[in-house]
């Protein structure tokens, strides 16, 4: 992993406590911050199929894959590379990435109550940072290769 997502930065045992604590509670936890996500950003509602139950289980799923595979946060990177490749054509800004995080943690809180704490909360909104970098780092080279 490159400095913003090294071990030495993040908090992943807070990390690990939390996706522990919501796998259970997936599927309404991605519900409620789609929801919220949507109210910042009304106009990214019609990039997303009209129902979003597969999309709650494809992020259901990536839940998953990270906390399996917190102690090889290489293979989270490569994961999250081909989800920015993936994401390029969307031609997401940082501002609606911004906006999926704050949402992202707000539901954290609304889901977890107090077990969502203040160190959770700053070690998700630093992870989510990284994500966001890496994710629109490999967009960004995506747009930079030549057509062929
Ligand atoms: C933390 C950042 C994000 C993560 C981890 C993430 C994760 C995912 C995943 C796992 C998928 C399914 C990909 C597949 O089919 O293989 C997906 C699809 C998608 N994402 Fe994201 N995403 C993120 C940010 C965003 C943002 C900010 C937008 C803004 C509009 C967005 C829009 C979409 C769209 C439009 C799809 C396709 C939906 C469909 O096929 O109906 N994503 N995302």
């Not at 031609?91 to 609606?96: A, E, T």
């Not at 889901?111 to 960004?140: C, D, K, P, V, Y």
Request: a positive charge.
């Amino acid at each position: 992993m490159n400095t913003s997502t090294s071990s030495n930065t993040q908090n992943w045992p807070a990390v690990r406590r939390t996706l522990e604590m919501i796998l259970p509670l997936a599927d309404t936890f991605a519900f409620m911050f789609y929801n919220r996500f949507f109210e910042y950003e009304p106009a990214a509602r019609s990039l997303f199929k009209a129902d979003m139950s597969t999309q709650r289980k494809k992020v259901i799923n990536l839940l998953a894959f990270a906390l399996r595979g917190l102690d090889r946060p290489y293979l989270i990177e490569k994961e999250l590379r081909r989800l920015g490749r993936h994401h390029a054509q969307y031609q997401i800004s940082r501002q609606q990435y911004e906006h999926l995080n704050e949402a992202i943690i707000w539901a954290f809180g609304e889901t977890l109550g107090s077990n969502f704490n203040e160190e959770s909360r700053q070690a998700w909104h630093h992870a989510l940072n990284a994500i966001t970098t890496i994710m629109l780092a490999a967009a960004a080279e995506t747009k930079a290769m030549p057509a062929i």
